[in-house]
């Protein structure tokens, strides 16, 4: 596939970033990615990791999405919290997913749900912190690391103040911080807010807080029309997961 005339590898390349769904590294630059299969797992510069949205089509549920993440060789999976919430309802418990992850060889690296942590309305967005708040900590028994923070419910107009919501991503950062992970400010293409990567790199900033963080998805990237070489401008602090998928170059941008 080309995004504007640019194979999206070269496009990477050329941002400085590392291709593939992956989980960047802690340091601030993103080293030379070996190519040699033999290289060590202590070298590895990312990860790779499987977002269980590809597969949601074929409702395997939780714990078959574990097994064909580990069966397809994947380092870690990125489950929707409402695949997790179906598992617990059905009976199991948190521990136990947790421990089939853990022995399948994976690790939780983020996870996707869709509160509405965002949006303009108080009494929503109150409903919306909490709801972020128990998904948050669900997400933490099984040992994960991040939650997509996407504008969920602020998708339309009008445009929010960047200033407000900055505000509004640092009290989730502070609340994501006292239960053990980071929560990502999450770019959404389609959406009239935080759909374009400087909306969302300007926010993080402003937040002031140590953690911080843009979730990039190369499609969402395309359709809001962002261009992908401004990736180059974040390290891998700020930028800690980039979903990497197929599209057709000649889909409609906002």
């Known amino acids: 596939m080309n995004m504007n005339g640019l194979s999206r590898r070269n496009a990477l390349a050329q941002a400085g970033l590392l291709v593939g769904a992956v989980v960047a590294g802690e340091k601030a630059g993103l080293p030379t990615v070996s190519l040699n299969p033999a290289t060590q797992e202590a070298e590895r510069p990312f990860r790779y990791c499987l977002n269980t949205a590809t597969i949601r089509g074929q409702k395997l549920g939780i714990v078959k999405e574990i097994e064909v993440t580990a069966r397809a060789g ?3 999976i990125e489950p929707w919290v409402g695949s997790i919430q179906d598992y617990v309802q059905n009976g199991g418990t ?3 997913l947790r421990k089939r992850i853990s022995e399948s ?12 942590w965002i949006v303009e309305d108080d009494i929503r967005r109150a409903k919306g ?8 900590d669900t997400v933490a028994q099984l040992g994960g690391k991040r939650f997509a923070a996407p504008p969920a419910g602020a998708t339309d107009l009008p445009k929010l103040d960047l200033m407000k919501a900055a505000e ?3 009290a989730l950062l502070e609340a994501g911080e006292q239960i053990g992970l980071v929560p990502q400010l999450e770019l959404w293409g389609s959406s009239k807010n935080l759909g374009r990567l400087g909306e969302c790199i300007c926010v993080a900033m402003e937040t002031g807080h140590r953690n911080a963080c843009v979730l990039a998805d190369v499609f969402h990237l395309y359709k809001g029309g962002s261009d992908v070489r401004g990736m180059r401008l974040l390290g891998g602090n700020a930028l ?5 998928n ?3 170059n000649d889909l409609p941008r906002v």
């Open 240 to 244: 800690q997961v980039l979903d990497l």
């Open 74 to 76: 994947y380092d870690a």
């Open 94 to 96: 948190l521990t136990e």
């Open 105 to 116: 060889g994976l690790t939780v690296e983020s996870a996707i749900g869709f509160p509405e």
């Open 246 to 248: 197929d599209f057709r």
């Open 129 to 136: 912190m909490e709801r972020a708040k128990r998904e948050m």
């Open 168 to 170: 509004r991503y640092r």
